[in-house]
């Protein structure tokens, strides 16, 4: 695990990006996610049924507020270009594919709209629930940075390894979601962010970063342990 300080790490680093320090800090537990064998079974087509539904319920639950803490982005972005960045992708996820998604893989699934309204959080899913709680409540916008670059970018990280699709598109479109140009560029709009917000903070922000990055990491992981055990 990486503890050193951002200014001494970043004289020497091939790669001296702010976010790249968040992601080299959070090692192993990142490479822990981007290879973790649930993202596996989701790639080469043998995720198991059962264990779809379990984790597409608790993703549901996972969603509601990942849509909130979008919403405190929009609120306490530091720029008019950001913000905007911020809303649009709101929208889009609001009205597009990932609520379509969820309805046809969890019909697919056998999932009846009394077990959606009822599903209950996982002790994975509410730690992930309470970190993007606090974050959105603290209307801190690295903090809140921070947890979106995670979600996204460690989805990005196992996606990318997609070979040939699966013909369930359960899992087909599960792993297109996460990957393509335009999600690659959302991404980037990220680690960007984070790139420029980061070295401008005093040495007590950036660690309360790090944490917040590190510990979104670490839920990243429980949440696909979660998904593959039992
Ligand atoms: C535990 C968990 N972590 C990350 C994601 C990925 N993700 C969540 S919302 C979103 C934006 C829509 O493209 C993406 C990529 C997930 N689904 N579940």
Redesign the pocket.
């Known amino acids: 695990m990486n503890a050193v300080p951002f200014d001494t790490w970043s004289a020497q680093a091939p790669d001296p990006r702010f976010s790249a320090w968040l992601r080299e800090s959070s090692e192993p537990d990142w490479s822990a996610v981007t290879g973790h064998p649930f993202a596996t079974a989701i790639l080469d087509g043998t995720a198991a049924r059962e264990r779809m539904r379990r984790y597409l319920l608790q993703?549901l639950l996972?969603?509601d507020r990942?849509t909130a803490l979008l919403g405190a982005a929009v609120a306490c972005a530091d720029t008019f270009p950001g913000r905007l960045t911020f809303a649009r992708f709101l929208g889009q996820?609001a009205a597009e594919e990932?609520a379509s998604y969820f309805d046809r893989a969890l019909d697919a699934l056998g999932v009846t709209p009394g077990e959606r309204a009822s599903a209950r959080p996982e002790p994975a899913t509410a730690d992930?629930l309470a970190l993007m709680d606090q974050a959105r409540s603290s209307q801190d916008y690295p903090s809140i940075l921070a947890v979106l670059c995670v979600?996204?970018w460690s989805?990005l990280g196992w996606a990318s390894r997609a070979g040939e699709p699966p013909a369930d598109f359960v899992l087909r479109e599960w792993i297109d979601?996460?990957e393509g140009p335009d999600f690659r560029a959302w991404v980037g709009f990220l680690r960007g962010e984070l790139d420029r917000i980061g070295p401008a903070l005093p040495d007590e922000g950036r660690e309360h970063v790090r944490a917040v990055f590190r510990r979104a990491v670490r839920l990243?992981a429980d949440?696909f342990d979660m998904a593959a055990e039992g």
Request: a negative charge; zero cysteines; hydrophobic letters at 50%.
């Open positions: 993703d996972f969603l990942w996820t990932e992930f979600v996204e989805y979601l996460h990243e949440f």
